[in-house]
């Protein structure tokens, strides 16, 4: 976490990024406050579920529940498909953000519409259970079994399952990760993409975060990480080992990943963990393309659509998986 002024660190945010800074989250997470928080994002999705722009409701939004392969209840998800569709359409399958902690999939509503509509897939994004009423594996195990209920219905979805990406921000980008590299070899088609928004891939962020003075001093700061981690793992994060298969950054061979696109904030808390692992990618053989994006924040995306950096995200995300479903 960054111990500089204040003054000096929001110089290195992007000036278009600035005006977001006072809709940044500045609670510091705990036991207690976590309901009043999940409550404010609940909220906060209905009324966004509420308004969807008039462009977007080309997309058809269905809620659905699939199965869980490994005895856990039924996994709510919602289903997002362009009107007047094709058949044998690429499929996004999303998992969103929040620490493990937080959030729904209703969060991504306009993003995942847009993504339908602008490429012609279908996007599926997982309410996967959170911690740390469901520590790991359930998590995990929900975005499994949502994978494998794609390729068991590919046909009657009209879909193509040589051509999933698994997508996801933050926690959902980690474990995007997670299921990537759990699913190796196990499937009748592999992962096609992976595409990770400043991932959450390690446990032990607050050691790699020291090298850089100003990452984490806002929206994700390492105080809410380790709770975060924590509630997650059930355990305290940071140490010699965590529960096999948890953090995608402590797993020791990452061969046979799919190619995978990165992009994180120059001020993000996840950055120096997001270089390593790419680095570590590229390395192991795995197609990597990693972005940097020059003063911005975890979640910098709360600037708006107009902002630059966002606008540049969005593209740069759309063009990885237009080249990677071609």
């Known amino acids: 976490m960054a111990k500089n002024s204040p003054y000096i660190s929001q110089q290195l945010i992007a000036q278009e990024l600035r005006p977001a800074l006072a809709q940044l989250p500045s609670t510091s997470l705990s036991t207690r406050n976590l309901p009043k928080v ?10 966004q579920l509420g308004n969807v722009p008039a462009e977007l409701l080309e997309v058809d939004c269905q809620s659905i529940r699939l199965p869980s392969d490994f005895g856990g209840p039924d996994i709510p998800a919602l289903m997002y498909t362009p009107k ?55 998590a995990l195990q929900d975005g499994l079994s949502a994978l494998n209920w794609l390729h068991s219905n590919a046909q009657c979805l009209a879909i193509d399952p040589s051509r999933i990406a698994l997508i996801g921000e933050s926690a959902g980008a980690g474990l995007a990760a997670a299921i990537a ?79 995978t696109f990165l992009i994180v904030g120059a001020l993000d808390l996840f950055l120096n963990e997001n270089l390593v692992f790419g680095n570590r990618l590229i390395q192991c053989g795995v197609p990597v393309e990693l972005h940097v994006i020059p003063g911005a924040f975890h979640a910098y995306g709360i600037a708006g659509p107009e902002a630059p950096q966002v606008k540049q995200t969005h593209a740069l995300k759309y063009q990885a998986l237009t080249r990677a479903w071609q």
């Open 84 to 138: 007047n569709r094709g058949t044998n359409l690429p499929v996004a399958l999303h998992f969103h953000g929040g620490g493990y902690i937080l959030g729904e999939p209703g969060v991504n509503d306009t993003q995942n519409r847009t993504l339908a509509k602008t490429l012609g897939c279908v996007v599926v994004s997982v309410a996967y259970r959170l911690a740390p009423e469901h520590p790991y594996p359930s």
């Open 38 to 47: 999940r409550n404010a994002i609940r909220q906060a999705t209905q009324l």
């Open 181 to 259: 590299l759990h699913s190796r070899g196990s499937l009748p088609h592999p992962v096609k993409h992976l595409l990770l928004d400043a991932p959450m891939l390690d446990d032990r962020s607050q050691h790699l975060s020291v090298s850089h003075p100003y990452c984490g001093e806002y929206s994700w700061t390492a105080q809410n990480n380790h709770f975060a981690w924590r509630a997650y793992l059930a355990a305290e994060p940071g140490g010699e080992s965590a529960p096999e298969g948890a953090v995608p950054a402590r797993e020791t061979d990452l061969s046979g990943m799919p190619a």
